[in-house]
């Protein structure tokens, strides 16, 4: 399984677009890249997935690049609510493949 | 998204007792189901994968006598704790897998396990 590296944590504000990027430089070719948000006593919830180039969805969008050796997770305008901890997720695509979480990045967000 | 449902969400039970958390996919079926266990500020850890209709696969360093797991159909997986002990306390969160073009994890909502 790829291995990922993200910042440990990151700060904003409310209303600014938050970039969060994540490394895997050993990433397969049938991997998928895949974002969850977390918050305390909770379980992750699933945000957004992608292959290549770029994905929006709702909630955010997820840049890769052409190499696939990064992603960009990027929250528009986020709120107060933002406030959570951010796993990247490299799986290679065959079932049953179980998720290995890094440390992932812990958004503040302030008003 | 896809829903999986998780009860209880807290439970309180003295050492020595067993305790069985129930893990659900409620729109969709998941041949696999995966359990994970969350210390405070600290990431997942994955405990075992649970394939329905045959055994779950243990990681390593997890006791498969003390953590039992069911998964006896396509939207239900069973981790059973048993024995528990105080260092047993922790929070226990199970994933169902939704297969497409990128398999894709949704979580129940985690269960608190305390155990005096």
């Known amino acids: 399984l790829a291995k990922t590296t993200q910042p440990i944590s990151m700060d904003s504000y409310e209303g600014q677009e938050v970039n969060i990027t994540c490394s895997h430089n050993n990433i397969a070719t049938n991997d998928y890249i895949t974002w969850y948000q977390q918050f305390p006593s909770q379980g992750p919830r699933f945000i957004i997935q992608g292959y290549k180039t770029k994905v929006t969805n709702e909630v955010a969008s997820l840049f890769i690049p052409a190499d696939r050796k990064s992603s960009t997770l990027s929250l528009p305008r986020v709120s107060l609510s933002d406030t959570a901890v951010y796993y990247c997720l490299v799986a290679f695509n065959q079932a049953g493949t179980a998720l290995i979480f890094g440390k992932g990045t812990t958004l503040s967000v302030s008003s | 998204g896809a829903v999986v449902s998780q009860h209880p969400s807290r439970v309180i039970c003295k050492s020595g007792t067993s305790v069985k958390i129930e893990c659900r996919s409620l729109d969709f079926q998941a041949t696999t189901m995966f359990w994970y266990r969350q210390f405070p500020k600290k990431s997942l850890m994955l405990m075992a994968t649970?394939?329905?209709?045959?055994?779950?696969?243990?990681e390593q360093g997890v006791e498969k006598d003390k953590f039992l797991i069911n998964h006896a159909s396509l939207t239900l997986s069973t981790l059973t704790v048993t024995s528990a002990h105080p260092e047993d306390s922790s929070f226990y969160i199970c994933?169902?897998?939704?297969?497409?073009?990128?398999?894709?994890?949704?979580f129940g909502s985690g269960t608190q396990l305390s155990v005096l």
């Open positions: 649970s394939n329905e209709g045959s055994k779950a696969t243990y």
């Open positions: 994933s169902a897998a939704q297969q497409g073009p990128g398999e894709k994890l949704f």
